[in-house]
Structures are given as structure tokens and as C-alpha cells.
């Protein structure tokens, strides 16, 4: 046997503890090659058909990132990775010294070890890669709003990129490998396994810190929803609930099994003093690695549901009913003849509208906006909703201009509305008028937060008057005419829409400001854009999640011989097979599903607090990522139980 095959044999032996560090590297190589095969992807490098520059811009560049992003991290895991296992065969190179074994011969076997995985988990990523690569296409086609989907092609450049990044990556991990044993002494190398784990102990302090800090993060995050739009006290609640998910679980939950274990009847009881020994010294060697992942799930969790939500058309209509939206403020024969132009391709393409129109008055004194009575209901009555009047010329109603406005109106009606008298100012004009109660449907949607006040066409006439006089303009200036569509089927206008957009954008203007705007065409891009981040988010977040899976099952079988030699001796006493079945699944759960319960409880938050912003479901979203997460946990846990308890009856006497 020579020193190559040697070392190929001792991946083989210790293959239980390196099946894990293999499969994640496999995984990590997998999702770096998906990056690239989008990247280098034509359909992407060219422009996504209705998108703007911008959003082709942030897919290359975002997925850019996302490689150097994953290049880091998995640089970083496998090089922990390849340390932690190691640590576990420094007794192995303690007694291949003692048999002659050179250091410099110890370097090279670990350099070959390290090259013989990392080759092997290049072939299999960018394999699985190429097996999935449609699959992966597909849906990220569906998640960019792609009409026909990603077609499919060979990815040579991403093959060569992947193959090149992770040899660079395994060959500089397999040479810091040595570096990671050379520290100690043959003696230490030898009696590494001897050394007894000190007893995990944890301040009452920090342990109450951890509670007041998650607490009032909570608090904080609330505070943001209801009291005032802060984001420095957001950005301050997060930091918060971060430190306090720290420190539960490196003080918090070791505090807490020391309490149990005071608690003689309880832990006397049946097998609880094993199950509570060990779980105390599981918790502190894990806690770390608890804190990363609950912290990763739980912004995975926020982060891409609320991604999906933001992307789902019935947001986008929420917050702008209007198919089509055209601005004006010269009532000119180019105005007249790009509405007329967007009311024939209408026709032309057979989808029935409604079309309205309203003129913006500008108040001097607060910067709101002024419409008419008469506008206002004709718009109403065509997205269904109901018509208002006015009991006199001089009375108004204020209505919302997004979202965050008509929550802040539907709560003045909910707790009863006072009629009050509003001084409006336009130029040198000057009326005070008498507030009815307000109007809560988006009927005049703006971009930014801004008063709305619908008065009567009289008092306006008059306003607008006073406005031209002063300013020595003529009747046919607008200041803002905004010319509305309304389509039932919004969404049907994708096939004529970006082009409409583009026709009447490009068209040479002689006087005045226009605008032209399609809801479609605008949900389209943020869809793309969210979908990218989508993407990015979420295969990074699968990236993490699978090395956090990893370092569990490290973890579990880092200690196999440990626990061997101790339930060996137990089973000697008289513990059975169910006694031991019960004790590793109660560890078990509390490893796999600890964290993922503190994730979905800061989710779970996170969620509830921006339902309080929009009147939109996000649940629905979060929900079906929870479960997608929760699904490959459950399948992992199982997996990891029945192999682990399987070795363990073999060896139980």
C-alpha cells in the first residue's frame, strides 16, 4: 500500500465523521455553481423582457455578490469544519508519531485527505447542479416573472468558474491543515480524549439580561408599529433580540438545566439524571452554533415571506388600483393624443376599462394635496366603492393617499371622528372648511405620504381661479391632471403594456411635464427585483441551513466515542433499549428543533409587526417557509436518530 492509497483508506474509515463535511462541501459547490449558471445566463446578461436597466443590473451584480458571498463562507465552515475534525483524531496522529511518522509525512497525508474529499465534493456539486439545473431555471423563471421561464443551456463558464474557485478554496484549506495539529505535545496528542470536560456554569445575571433584552426588542419592534416610525429604534430592537438570543442560549438554557437539576425529584426521576447530565454539557458545546442558526432561520423565515408578500399582485393593486396612470400639466395635443392612444390599444386588445380623471390643487399652508367632489366619486363609483357628498360649498373630507395613511384614517373613524374646521390656502386664496368624517379606500394613490382633501366643485373652481390669476397662467394649465385607467383584469395587460409604455415615453414633447405609468409594468419590476433578492436571500439562507445541519451532526458524532464508552457502562447497570431510545431522542429534539422554535417565535413577531402596517396577509408566505424548513428538519432529525441509535444498540450490552 503506498502513501496515496493510505490516505485514501483513512477517509474511507473515518467516513461516518466525514460523511458530513463532504455532503455540506458538495452542497455549497452546488449552490455556487446555480449562482453562476444564473449569472452567465444569456436571458439574465440581456435583460429580463419588461424589466428595467436597473433590475438586470442587481441580478448581475447581486449574484455576483452572492458568489463571493458563498466563496467566503465556505471557506470559513470548511476550514472550522476540517478543524473540529482534527481535534477529534489527535490521539490517530498522536500514535503515528510514535510509529515514526514524520510531521512533514503527517502534512502530506493531511493535504491529500483534505484534496481526495474536496475533488470528490467538486464532481458531485457541479453534477447535482447539472441534474437540477432546469428544475432550478424553472423556478427561479417563476420568481423573476418570466413569461416563457429560463430556457436551458450548457454552462462551460460556470463549470470552469465553480471547478477553479473550489480547487483554489480546498487546496489553501488543505494547506492550513497542518497548522491546525502543530500545537502540542506528543503526550497531549496521545491523551487528548483523557482530558475531563469542566462543568458548564452560567450567571443568573446574564441569564435575566437575556430575557429583559429579547423583551424589550419585542417592545422596541411594537413601539415602531404603533408609536413612531423610527428606524434607528428598529435597527436597535434587532441588535437587541440578537444579543438577548445569545446569551439564552450560552447562559439562559444552561441556567435553566441547572435549575431542573437542583430539583432532586426531578431529576432523579427515571432517566432525567442522563438525560439532564448530558444535555447540560450538549447546550454549552452547542450554543454557539444554536445562536447562528435561530438567528439565520429567523431572518430567512422574515426575510422571504415577506419577499413573496411583497411581490404578489394584490399588494400592488392595494396600493395602486389604476391599470394605467397618465400626468399631465399642459392640456396639449400630445396629452390628447397619448390618451387616446392608450384608450384605442385597449380596444384593439379587447379588455374593458373605465376611464376617470382629477385634477391636484397644491395648499400652501400644510403642502396637501386638493381635489374635487365630482372627480373623486366618478373614480370611486368605478372601483366600486361608495360616493360621498357634502352637506355645504365649504365642506371637505381628507382621504388616503397609501397604505399607512388609510390605516392612520380607518383609525379616526374607529374611534370616532370629531368633525373639525381646516384652514386650506391656495396662492391668495383662503377658505376655511368643515371636515367630514374621512374616506378610507385608496381612491388617489400617491408615491409619498401626503393629505388629501376632497372639496366641493364649486369652492374648487374657485381655488383654481385664484391660482392661475396669481400666477398669470392660462386655463389650460393643469399643475397636475392625473388621467386614470381602470381595468378589472390588470394583470392581462402584460402582453401589450411595456410596449404601450415605451411608445408613448419616447414620443418628442413641445410644452409641459408628463407621465406615464403601467400598474403591471411597475409590479413587474419590483417583482423581478424582490425575486432576485428572493433568490439570492434564499439560497444563502439554504447554505447556512445546511452547514448549521452539518455542524449538528458533527457535533453528534464528534462525541460517539465518548458516548459509546459511557452508555456501555450504563447499559452494564441495567439501562435498556427504550430506556436509551428515550434519552437520545429527547436530546435529539432539543438539538434539531430548539433553535428552529426560537426562530420561529422572532419570525412569528417580525410578522405580526408588519401586519400592523399593511393590510395584506403575509402569514399565508410565512407559514409555507416555516413549513419547507421545518420539513428538512424533521427529515434530517429522523435520519440522523435512526442512524445514530443504530450504531449505539450495536454496541449496547
Known sequence: MNFRQFAINNVVRNKRIYLAHFLSSTFSVMIFFTYALLLFHPDLKDG?????????????????????????????????????????????????????MTRKQMNRLLFMENMC????????????????????????????????????????????????????????IALSSSLLIRKGTLIDLVKSEEKPKPEPKASRLL?????????????????????????????????????????????LSVYVIRALKRNQRLFFRKTNVLFLSELTYRMKDNAVMFF???????????????????????????????????????????AEGDIRQIEETLVDHEVPYVKGSYTQLYENNTGSNIIKLSEYNYLAKALGYEERTLDTENGAFMTPSNLVARKELRKQVEQG?????????????????????????IVIPVDFKVDIYVISDELFEKMKRAYNEFLDLSEDYYSNKMTQFVVEDWMGTRAFAPELVNSIQDRPR????????????????????????????????????????????????????????????????????????????????????????????????????????????????????????????????????????????????
Request: with cysteine; charged share 10%; proline share 3%.
Open 417 to 441: 371622528f370629531s368633525p373639525t374646521q381646516v384652514d386650506l390656502e391656495v396662492e391668495n386664496y383662503h377658505q376655511q372648511v368643515q371636515l367630514s368624517p374621512p374616506a378610507t379606500e
Open 510 to 653: 413641445t410644452k409641459g411635464y408628463f407621465m406615464f405609468s403601467a400598474l403591471v409594468v411597475d409590479w413587474l419590476n419590483s417583482k423581478q427585483t424582490n425575486g432576485i433578492i428572493l433568490i439570492l436571500s434564499g439560497l444563502i439562507g439554504i447554505v447556512f441551513f445546511t452547514f448549521a445541519a452539518s455542524f449538528t451532526y458533527f457535533r453528534l458524532y464528534a462525541d460517539l466515542e465518548r458516548d459509546e464508552a459511557q452508555y456501555r457502562m450504563i447499559g452494564k447497570m441495567g439501562l435498556s433499549r427504550p430506556e436509551l431510545r428515550k434519552i437520545v431522542t429527547q436530546q435529539l429534539l432539543l438539538m434539531f428543533f430548539l433553535p428552529l422554535l426560537i426562530a420561529l417565535i422572532h419570525s412569528s413577531v417580525a410578522f405580526v409587526a408588519l401586519q400592523q402596517l399593511v393590510d395584506f396577509s403575509v402569514m399565508g408566505y410565512s407559514l409555507r417557509i416555516f413549513f419547507v424548513f421545518a420539513t428538512m428538519q424533521i427529515l434530517f432529525f429522523a435520519l440522523v436518530r435512526w442512524r445514530y441509535l443504530r450504531h449505539m444498540y450495536s454496541k449496547l450490552i
Open 207 to 251: 441569564a435575566f439580561l437575556s430575557v429583559l433584552l429579547i423583551g424589550g426588542g419585542y417592545a422596541g419592534v411594537f413601539t415602531f408599529v404603533w408609536v413612531t416610525y423610527s428606524f434607528p429604534l428598529l435597527l436597535g430592537s434587532v441588535i437587541m433580540v440578537i444579543a438577548g438570543t445569545y446569551l439564552l442560549f450560552t447562559q
Open 48 to 100: 429580463l423582457r419588461g424589466s428595467s436597466e436597473t433590475v438586470t443590473m442587481l441580478a448581475n451584480q447581486g449574484f455576483m455578490i452572492a458568489e463571493i458571498i458563498i466563496f467566503i463562507f465556505s471557506f470559513l465552515f470548511l476550514l472550522y469544519s476540517v478543524g473540529s475534525f482534527l481535534k477529534t483524531r489527535k490521539k490517530e496522529f498522536g500514535i503515528f508519531l510514535i510509529i515514526g
Open 292 to 334: 447562528m442558526v435561530s438567528v439565520i432561520s429567523a431572518s430567512a423565515f422574515t426575510g422571504i415571506g415577506t419577499m413573496l408578500a411583497i411581490a404578489d399582485p394584490g399588494l400592488s393593486s392595494m396600493t395602486n388600483p389604476y391599470a394605467f396612470t397618465y400626468t399631465n400639466s399642459w392640456d396639449t395635443p400630445e
Open 117 to 172: 474529499i474536496g475533488i470528490a465534493a467538486i464532481a458531485a456539486g457541479v453534477g447535482l447542479g447539472m441534474i437540477f439545473g432546469k428544475l432550478i431555471l424553472l423556478i427561479c423563471g417563476s420568481l423573476l416573472a418570466v413569461e416563457n421561464s429560463l430556457r436551458f443551456y450548457f454552462p462551460l463558464k460556470a463549470i470552469v468558474l465553480t471547478a477553479v474557485a473550489f480547487l483554489i478554496l480546498f487546496a489553501v
